[in-house]
Each structure stands twice: as C-alpha cells, then as structure tokens.
C-alpha cells in the first residue's frame, strides 16, 4: 500500500474514533440529564448540575446541546426514538401478536420508566415539548392504525374505522400508563392480557374467534 493510501486509512480511522467518542460523550451526558430533570424538573434544573453528574465540563456540554431546553427536548427525542424502533419492529409481526405485543410494551413501559414518565406527567404543559410531543402521539396512531388495516386486510380483524379505533387503543394504553402511577393499577401484566381481550372481543373477526 502506498503512503497516500495508508495516509487515508489513518485518517478514516481517527475520525471514526472522533465520532465514537463523540457519541459516548452525547449518550452520558443524556443520562445524566434524565437524572437530574426527573429529580429536579425542568425549572430547577441547571446545565452545572448535568455536568457534574455526567462527568463533563459545563463547555462539554455545550459542544451538543445550545442550552437546557435543547438539552430537554434531545432528551425527549432520544427516549421517544428507542420506543418508537421498538414499536416499528411489530410491524413485521401478524396484527393479531403486534396488537398483543403492543399492550405488553406499554405495560413494560410503564413498569421500567417510572421516573421518567411521572416527569414528563408533571411537566406536560411546557410549551417547548408541544410540536415534539404531538409528532410523538402522530407517530405511534400511525403505527397502530397500520397494524390494524393490515389485520383487516388478512382477515384477522373485522372491518373498522382503522384511524377511530387506533385513537381508541392509544388513548386506552396512556391511560393505563397513567393508572399505573397513580398506583390504581397493581398489576400492570395481568391488566394488559385484559385489556388484550377486551379489544380482541371488538376487533377480532368470527374466522379468528
């Protein structure tokens, strides 16, 4: 190999090594603001306060995110983009277990990210979070209003207002969220295999009875 040629290679190799680091850099400091928003708020929450749990200088932080809403709403989109891959991946499924499936994420959700959703309850009306938020609601009746026309179109589901009742069944799975943390639902499994039945006993066809 020439020398231009290891020359390029070298150079490939530090700016991959740069963007890795880079990366790490982003995802701790992430985790360090969940902490410290879920334990604090938003309003008292202070870009020292993130670095100092992160480990980074202030400036450190300010290499990503402009200033303590961006760094919020960077959060909001991180954790909402790994739930929505998650969703995402029911599409492969048959609708009748990407419907069942669905139900047990929400559940698990629920279950998992306690803190940070009594977080984002508390803190629903920041201005800021509106536009992400809604695309975030879009997104998931989206998802699940798919899932259902394409239970229809196999036969697993009987004909419907797809867009009615995917606002139904999302509408339903917040508010068992909801139900959840405000400790009127003990056992969130056992509810979602409930709740599983309750819309299958609406939605299934007499074929998949």
Do not use: W
């Not at 229809?152 to 867009?163: A, I, K, P, T, V």
């Not at 999302?170 to 056992?190: F, N, Q």
């Amino acid at each position: 190999m020439n020398k231009c040629g290891r020359d390029d290679m070298a150079l490939a190799k530090r700016k991959s090594s740069k963007r890795r680091t880079g990366d790490e850099s982003r995802q701790r400091i992430l985790a360090a603001a969940s902490d410290v928003f879920a334990e604090h708020g938003f309003e008292k929450t202070t870009i020292r306060a993130v670095a100092g749990r992160a480990g980074i200088s202030v400036g450190g932080i300010y290499l990503y995110f402009h200033n303590k809403e961006e760094l919020y709403t960077g959060l909001m989109r991180s954790q909402m983009d790994e739930f929505l891959g998650r969703v995402e991946l029911l599409r492969t499924e048959v609708p009748l277990r990407a419907l069942r499936k669905l139900i047990e994420l929400y559940m698990e959700i629920a279950v998992t990210k306690t803190r940070m959703l009594s977080t984002s309850i508390k803190e629903y009306d920041l201005e800021f979070k509106r536009p992400i938020r809604d695309a975030f609601f879009r997104t998931q009746h989206r998802i699940i209003a798919n899932v259902l026309a394409k239970g229809m179109h196999d036969g697993s589901f009987r004909s419907m207002d797809c867009g009615a009742m995917a606002l139904m069944i999302l509408v339903t799975l917040r508010g068992a969220i909801l139900g959840y943390l405000t400790g009127d639902i003990r056992r969130p499994k056992e509810y979602g295999k409930t709740l599983y039945e309750f819309f299958m006993n609406g939605i299934r066809s007499n074929t998949h009875a």
